[in-house]
């Protein structure tokens, strides 16, 4: 019985090395999911024309911007012409702090951000952002509520499979931890559906307003947080699983053989 109480010890500190390893990248994923959540670069915008030319409009966009009235056209514009980024949740350009007189840009500019209200995220987008009139564009529609959803469907997933770590371990069982492999894994495909959403809408919307020739749009690091949480979490959700499946392997074995 001694060999094969050496190679249980040797199986249990494989079991609870793969349980830390699974924990930390539980957190850091949660941390980086929170952080892309709450940040507001997921897609930027750079201008390339001379910063005077956005500073004799630069009240009346800041105006139009800022302004509860204003439709999608009207701020995506506006992102367009004043470096902007886009977040989740915010929206944000710069603009020059005195826009009559003209003054470096690295000294006299300023982030304007207005955030989108819960009715904004479930409003519907439109087939000709715009316009009214035009009908609504289920696809977008629908991709923008799930890009909004997601993200918390897949925090709460992984907090919930926290809640059930800390009972496994109340219980001193592995076998609970099947469960928190399985709400990470369902968290991953949470903000795997997230990215692409995001990715596919925004596609859509450039579709419907191109880019112009002076201005330049890349996916900003808020979005690369949200991708390299994904596979974070699905990594987290393989270890859980297969330590607490093999425990209970061995756990069987240990049984069977004390009975022999």
Known sequence: ?????RKGAMMDNRFAT??????VLSLISTIYMAASIGTDFWYEYHNLSPAENVSEA???ISEEFVSEEADEKTYTDALFRCNGTVGLWRRCITVPKNP??????????????ISFSLSDQFMEKYIEPGNHNSGTDLNRTYLWRLQFLLPFVSLGLMCFGALIGLCACA?????????TGVLHFLAGL??????????AGIELLHKKLPLPDDVKGEFGWSFCLACVS???QFMAAALFIWAARTNRKEFTLLKAYRVA
């Open 58 to 60: 630069g009240r009346s």
């Open 230 to 232: 994904a596979p974070l």
């Open 18 to 23: 793969a349980l830390v390893i699974a924990c």
């Open 100 to 113: 009559h007189w003209y003054s470096p840009p690295e000294t006299d500019m300023t982030t304007n951000c």
């Open 1 to 5: 019985l001694f060999p094969y109480s």
């Open 190 to 199: 949470c903000t795997l559906g997230l990215v692409g959403c995001y990715v």
């Open 171 to 179: 219980c001193r069982s592995l076998y609970p931890a099947i469960a």
